[in-house]
């Protein structure tokens, strides 16, 4: 089937000598995966590498199979330029950050146009702000909306945030309700708008620490999950 879309790279992996992987995300076809052969030692062809680092928006014209396997893409184009997500450093390592936990969590191989137009709106948010240091832990919560296991806003005035089933209880029921500083910092985070979450206060370990318990929180509720390996790396230059 001949395809044409805007795709948001997820991540792009070397294979072989000169070839590579690219997932992207698709607006009419969610994820999808591309074999995109000789890019890295050609410098005529139609193809550039920086084209595929992660976050990039493009325009696609793919022929996709859809059984599961490498798809072919024919042409490709870079449709929103960024001003900072790549250049500065602060921004490029929370991209790869970021590319990393949608790689662990969005599996889905179909359309979902609400999905493709947060991340979207998101990634030009954050190009176009510096007031970001909590940028990720809302679009991580965000995120989970689209994924279908968003915490339970409608009743949050309780002691305890039951991770398991997403919803703030009274009591402790298992070993997966936490208690203290980050729940009344998540009860913040799901009432804030993107332009004031720098209003929201936390010190480098509270940062860390609030992430920590949001990327467990994925790990409950997405079977394959892991643990982003960029993590320490972030830790040390975000914070």
Known sequence: MQIHTEAIVISALKYSEADLIVKCYTQT???????????LKSKK???KTSMFQPLTQLEIDANHKDKGTLEY????????TYRSLHTNVVKSTLVLFLSEILKNAIQEEEQ????????KNSMNWLDEHSEIANFHLLFMLKLTQYLGFYPD??????LYFNMLEGVFQDSKTNNYCVEGYNVSVLQQFLQVKWEDIQNIKLSKEKRSDFLNMIILYFQLHIESFKKPKSLAVFHEIFN
Do not use: C, P, W
Request: net charge negative.
């Open 45 to 47: 062809g139609k193809f």
């Open 29 to 39: 076809s969610g994820l999808k995966t591309y074999l995109l052969r000789g890019i």
């Open 73 to 80: 893409m024919q042409e490709a184009k870079v449709v929103y």
């Open 112 to 119: 979902n146009e609400s999905l493709y137009q947060f991340l």
């Open 153 to 158: 806003d409608s009743d949050m005035d309780h």
